[in-house]
């Protein structure tokens, strides 16, 4: 009967010797929710909420500790309020929690990007809270979603889910995860013994095979040649620092040598100055 009745005590008083949170550790707002999430989790933990809202409201206000308590005193209150738990709740929310700036709100969601070397997990879980103050409501889902393909930092993996045309916010999270999760691996892979030097072995090689195929693209870039009478490709001409057998520059060989033609052009010039120089003398003759 003893032990029935233990635990039965067990059952409406909830964990037996349940430590409660830590006070307010100063009067931010974002202080506050935090200690009201843990206090919510001890009060159900602890069977409090079984209690009469004046305990409550008394075990509340010892948990927060003296300066909300004594913010608790400045609290004006109707008749047998002010140990109403739901009553005081609502006094303590409106004190710490301001009224909600829609733009404001809107737009520190919309602007919150991924930052370098961040996780996914942390910038999700970052923008979700952001999407409760906006409130949303039956379009929170749309925005994660489109928050996610806009602030990911990663331009590959966002062209990736671009691409998906039924891209849905659960969806996009596993890719997002499993991309960051291939990308952990890889590093891990390559940071063992001995990767280091097969993967700068392939890199060498690739970069060996790039070289080879710029000179034999380079080979492919061939011309008729003046100087020597050839075909080759740029600056590998034969008759470079060679001496010409006929006119005895140097540069060329003897077969593509201009002097001879310049000889030639030369006396044609004299010749035709000689031709004219004659038929005038021959004209004045005969006009006298």
Do not use: W
């Not at 004190?95 to 520190?108: A, C, D, G, M």
């Not at 095979?209 to 075909?231: I, L, V, Y």
């Not at 470079?240 to 003897?254: I, Q, R, S, T, V």
């Amino acid at each position: 009967m003893a032990e029935s009745a233990q635990k039965e005590k067990m059952k409406s008083t909830g964990i037996m010797g349940l430590k409660p949170p830590t006070g307010l550790k100063n009067l931010s707002m974002e202080e506050y929710k935090k200690f009201m999430q843990r206090f919510e989790i001890y009060r159900l933990a602890s069977g409090a909420k079984n209690e009469t809202s004046e305990v409550q409201t008394a075990l509340l206000l010892h948990c927060m500790g003296e300066e909300a308590q004594d913010i608790h005193a400045t609290f004006d209150f109707e008749e047998n309020e002010a140990y109403n738990y739901e009553k005081v709740i609502k006094k303590f929310n409106e004190y710490f929690i301001p009224r909600k700036n829609e733009s404001v709100n809107s737009h520190l969601f919309f602007t919150r990007n991924q930052k370098e070397n961040e996780t996914f997990d942390s910038f999700f879980t970052d923008i979700k809270k952001l999407s409760v103050e906006c409130e949303f409501g039956n379009l929170s889902d749309r925005m994660l979603r489109d928050k996610i393909v806009t602030g990911i930092i990663d331009k590959r993996l966002k062209d990736r889910l671009l691409r998906e045309s039924d891209l849905t916010l659960s969806k996009a999270i596993q890719i997002c995860k499993a991309a960051e999760l291939a990308e952990e691996q890889v590093k891990k892979i390559a940071n063992e013994p001995g990767m280091s030097n097969a993967v700068q072995s392939i890199k060498k090689k690739n970069v060996n095979q790039d070289k080879n195929k710029k000179r034999d693209g380079q080979k492919e870039k061939k011309f008729d040649c003046s100087r020597c009478g050839f075909q080759h490709s740029e600056r590998k001409c034969p008759a470079y620092g060679k001496k010409c057998k006929k006119c005895g520059k140097m540069n060329h060989f003897a077969r593509k040598c201009r002097a001879r033609d310049a000889v030639k052009a030369v006396q044609e010039r004299r010749h035709a100055i000689i031709r004219r120089t004659t038929a005038e003398r021959g004209l004045n003759i005969f006009n006298c």
